[in-house]
């Protein structure tokens, strides 16, 4: 019923910059947040940064070095990340929680994961 499909990752040296994006599809009535996690192998998949009605949050570890932005109209979200350092290794993961079209509640959906490799 909706899908988020994720793009922009890849390998970059450490101090480089990747930018993501997240674009949600299908019968999207609304959705109240949008945001991005990561897991690294053998750690818990933490929360990296989320908007929620325009107010942005970020985990302590990417503060000041990460920007969420999102396009309401076009149902994207977007991370830029710089000064990237190799602790940052990880499959990136979009969610978003949504309102479909003939539901009666929120449902969180998750992108298929972005894989982001920083490293000399």
């Known amino acids: 019923q909706v899908q988020l499909v994720e793009s922009g990752g890849g390998l970059v040296q450490p101090g480089g910059s990747l930018r993501l994006s997240c674009a949600a599809s299908g019968s999207i009535a609304s959705i109240d947040a949008m945001g991005w996690y990561r897991q690294a192998p053998g750690n818990e998949r933490e929360l990296v940064a989320v908007t929620i009605d325009g107010v942005p949050n970020y985990a302590d570890s990417v503060k000041g070095r990460f920007t969420i932005s999102r396009d309401n109209a076009k149902n994207t979200v977007y991370l830029q990340m710089n000064s990237l350092k190799p602790e940052d290794t990880a499959v990136y993961y979009c969610?978003?929680?949504?309102?479909?079209?003939?539901?009666?509640?929120?449902?969180?959906?998750w992108g298929q994961g972005t894989q982001v490799t920083v490293s000399s």
């Open positions: 969610y978003a929680n949504v309102l479909a079209m003939g539901n009666w509640r929120y449902v969180g959906y």
